[in-house]
Nanobody, 123 residues
Framework: EVQLVESGGGLVQAGGSLRLSCAASGFSVDDYAVGWLRQAPGKERERVSC????????YYADSVKGRFTISTDNANNTVDLQMNNLKPEDSAVYYCAMGPSNPVLGCYRYDFWGQGSQVTVSS
């Protein structure tokens, strides 16, 4: 019953912005950890950001700190990722994923994944 549906990906020029949204069903984003991860050709999967309202956890990879902002919209049960000042190296397939969280480990495991959304940043 758990489902994650992404929207907002696309093609932008360097320096531009995109807003990714992950619509969750089957669970409340207020009770679990939801993360954004990305994978580019020839690279390993990278954890971009994660949020857990229950355990007061917010995580950003060093490569996106100051440019990306993760937030929850509890009314719509979505998790959004605002991406500003995009760079060509941000180009990747972006996935949202859900898993448990605890106050010690934070976002430590992902059990369900969205379909992925392509983000392409041109120079």
């Amino acid at each position: 019953e758990v489902q994650l549906v992404e929207s907002g990906g696309g093609l932008v020029q360097a320096g531009g912005s995109l807003r990714l949204s992950c619509a969750a069903s089957g669970f409340s984003v207020d009770d679990y950890a939801v993360g954004w991860l990305r994978q580019a050709p020839g690279k390993e999967r990278e954890r971009v950001s994660c949020i857990s309202s229950r355990d007061a956890v917010i995580y950003y990879a060093d490569s996106v700190k100051g440019r990306f902002t993760i937030s929850t919209d509890n009314a719509n049960n979505t998790v959004d990722l605002q991406m500003n000042n995009l760079k060509p190296e941000d180009s990747a397939v972006y996935y949202c994923a859900m898993g448990p969280s605890n106050p010690v480990l934070g976002c430590y495991r992902y059990d369900f994944w969205g379909q992925g959304s392509q983000v392409t940043v041109s120079s």
